[in-house]
């Protein structure tokens, strides 16, 4: 597609259920990334990908958080039991290579906000 | 850890008016330093600046950063109303691909 897509737009869901997030990169990007923007705060990284291996997964933060990709291309983020800080919005990225620098930037879609009731 | 703070945390103007975004950072192994702004939900790249003193111009909108001092400015003159959003500082260090952002400026321009 023309630009990172992500669904749900937004997402209410119960207290101790799990959620799963979706991300499309744009076409050809090899790089993906899941970052988290929580009210009041700037974004914070989760996870990259390159390809469909995850090199980093360092900001992760709990095992109750995980997230795949498949084809290269499409990413899940899976939230298990969830809890009433994991409201947020969930952002996704993508860039051509992994690393950024000069003609290489990261692209965000629109994000998932998740509220957790 | 890597720490970027910017200043001010919010910013309310008139349409005309020239502003100056701020953005500093304690990094290891600075690589760029990267200005987003973000209207609803998807921040939108501005600029990356990797090299000190360099300015970086695009319409009314310009950075330049300091690599010695550690800190970059953004500059928006003749704000308009749609240049009212959050604008958010992000540096890569060590791990090229990691951005750290700061907590970003909330600019309104009034009519």
């Known amino acids: 597609g023309a630009g990172v897509s992500q669904s749900p737009s937004n997402k209410v869901t119960e207290k101790g259920k799990d959620v799963e997030l979706r991300c499309d990169p744009i076409s050809g990007h090899t790089a993906l990334y899941w970052y988290r923007q929580s009210l009041g705060q700037g974004l914070e990284f989760l996870i990259y990908f390159q390809g469909n291996s995850a090199p980093d997964k360092s900001g992760l933060p709990s095992d109750r958080f995980s997230a795949e990709r498949t084809g290269g291309s499409v990413s899940t983020l899976t939230i298990q039991r969830t809890q009433q800080e994991d409201s947020a919005v969930y952002l996704c990225a993508s860039s051509l290579a992994g690393g950024l620098g000069s003609g290489n930037t990261i692209y965000f879609g629109e994000g998932s906000w998740l509220t957790v009731v | 850890e890597d720490k970027v703070v910017q200043s001010p945390l919010s910013l309310v103007v008139h349409e005309g008016d020239t502003v100056t975004l701020n953005c500093s950072y304690e990094?290891?192994?600075?690589?760029?330093l990267l200005w987003y702004k973000q209207e609803k939900k998807a921040p939108t790249f501005l600029f990356m600046l990797t090299s000190s003193g360099i300015e970086k111009k695009s319409g009314r909108l310009s950075s330049i950063l300091d690599k010695k001092e550690l800190f970059s400015i953004l500059n928006i003159t003749a704000t308009q109303t749609g240049d009212s959003a959050v604008y958010l500082c992000?540096?890569?260090?060590?791990?090229?691909?990691?951005?750290?952002f700061g907590k970003g400026t909330l600019l309104t321009v009034n009519p």
């Open positions: 990094v290891t192994n600075f690589r760029s």
């Open positions: 992000a540096v890569t260090g060590g791990s090229n691909y990691k951005l750290t």
